[in-house]
Every structure is written in C-alpha cells, then in structure tokens.
C-alpha cells in the first residue's frame, strides 16, 4: 500500500523538469476490513487527494481477487501522508491539484481540515510526541534490522512501508506472547515519520501492549534508528496498532486482561 502511494506521490510531484522524491512523512489511519488469503492477487489503486505547499495526501484502496471465482474484496483502506524532498533532502514545491468533480472536492476538504488539525497540534506540543518509555518492559517485543540498498528508494532514503512492515512484525510478536492464540492486524493510527532513514542505518523496533478491551489489544510500537557513519541516534517512528485476537475457527476470541504493573501502565491503559 505504501509503495502503491508512493508511486503516485512521486507521478504527481515529479512535474515540469522537476526531479523530487516523495518522503513517507504520516499514516493517518489503516483500517484491515477483511482478510487476504494465500494465492490471491491484490489490487491497489492510489489517487492523491490533497497537496499543500511541500506535502502530498494520497489514499490507497486495496482488493484481493480470487482467481479461480473471480470474486474481488476490498480488504483495507489508508490515508498515506508524503513530504516532497530533493536528492539534498530539501523540501521542493508541489505543484497545485486540480479538484474537478463534487467527490474530489469532498475528499480534498476533509484532508484541508485534517492538514490544518495536525499543524495546530504539532505547534500545540512544539513538535514533540508523547510515548511510553519501553526501556525494560516484560512484556515488550523487540526487533533490530541493518537497512539495505533493497529497502531504500533511489534517494537512498528507506521506504516507508519497510519500516511499517517491521512494526506490524514487531507489535505482532508483542500481541501473540499476550493472547497466545492467532493474532491479525486490525488497524493502524497515528503512524508518523519523525525522521528519515538512510541506507546503512540500523533500526530498533520496539512493541508494547498498552490497551486492551474484550477482543482487541492495543500495541503501541517505537521505532529508534542510529546512523552507523555519525553515530547519530534518534527516535523515528511511533505509531499505535491494534490487534483482534482469533480462535481455532477463525472467529474473534476474548483477550486476556493486561496485567498494569506500574503506574505509567495504567496511565497508557487509561488513554487507550
């Protein structure tokens, strides 16, 4: 899905001479409405639906197509967020959308509106986000990985569906040690990008479970990275996943209470 976005950020800004490559800056949020099988082909169809003077808001629809049947599912939605840079890793203008039909309009307002709420949250907070200290939690999932050429765009920057991909893994370990049946992603909210990644750098996935109700469980996943050239370390990704727990048959199962051990657990369960 990401790439899928990525292709279409980079078609849009990439206009009159103009070399610019399109940096995975936001996920809004993802919603997995239903389940994609082995031997199925999927399907995704982006549309930029927004542009502001250096970001650009594509939305990506997938579908998964049994090829025997021919039956086609729409298996999730995302709202994909990207800031257009040069090969420097400076901001380059984005040209202006062209909004023609009444439902291109309606989708550009509701991403204007959405622009503008997270401009003033971010003056809000002077850019900084809240996050749970995961330094020696029990009950957390860890992954460390070396990013190679292969996860990079031509910019050398690392796409930012590689980093997802870590963190659905990473907060998927955390959720299946908790509920110790089959676990399936839910949803994704809140996924931001604080920092970019290069080719070279190592990252450190970090997953804790922080919410949970009687069938889902909320994982929240800290990505830090550290530059091996500088030594440069430095906190790039956070975002929250939510996981529904299934049984044997396929069918939602009851997840087990989490166990709020200290005072920052019960904090993070009461903003869950």
């Not at 309009?105 to 749970?132: F, I, Q």
């Not at 957390?140 to 569906?161: F, T, Y």
């Amino acid at each position: 899905m990401e790439l899928a976005g990525w292709i279409a950020a980079s078609r849009f800004v990439n206009v009159g001479g103009q070399t610019a490559f399109p940096a995975t800056a936001r996920l809004d949020h993802m919603d997995f409405i239903a389940p994609m099988f082995v031997g199925e082909v999927a399907q995704a169809f982006a549309t930029v639906t927004f542009a502001s003077k250096h970001t650009v808001q594509v939305t990506v629809d997938v579908a998964a197509e049994n090829a025997a049947t021919g039956e086609v599912r729409h298996t999730n939605s995302g709202t994909f967020w990207y800031v257009s840079m040069d090969k420097k890793g400076k901001l380059c203008p984005v040209p202006q959308l062209k909004v023609e039909t009444e439902e291109q309009k309606k989708k550009y307002d509701a991403a204007l509106a959405s622009y503008k709420n997270r401009l003033a949250e971010s003056k809000s907070s002077n850019g900084s986000t809240v996050m749970c200290d995961t330094t020696g939690n029990s009950k957390q999932a860890s992954l460390v990985q070396l990013m190679h050429p292969s996860d990079c765009s031509s910019a050398g920057i690392v796409n930012g569906g590689v980093l997802m991909k870590l963190m659905d893994n990473a907060a998927g370990i955390a959720a299946f040690r908790h509920c110790k049946t089959n676990v399936v992603t839910a949803s994704i909210d809140d996924l931001d990008i604080l920092h970019t990644v290069s080719n070279g750098d190592i990252v450190s996935i970090t997953a804790v479970p922080t919410f949970n109700s009687a069938k889902s469980l909320e994982i929240e996943v800290v990505v830090h990275a550290e530059s091996l050239m500088t030594n440069e370390k430095f906190v790039c990704c956070h975002a929250f996943f939510t996981f529904v727990s299934l049984d044997s048959d396929r069918r939602p199962a009851v997840v087990p209470p989490l166990l709020l051990e200290s005072q920052e657990d019960k904090d993070a369960f009461a903003q869950g």
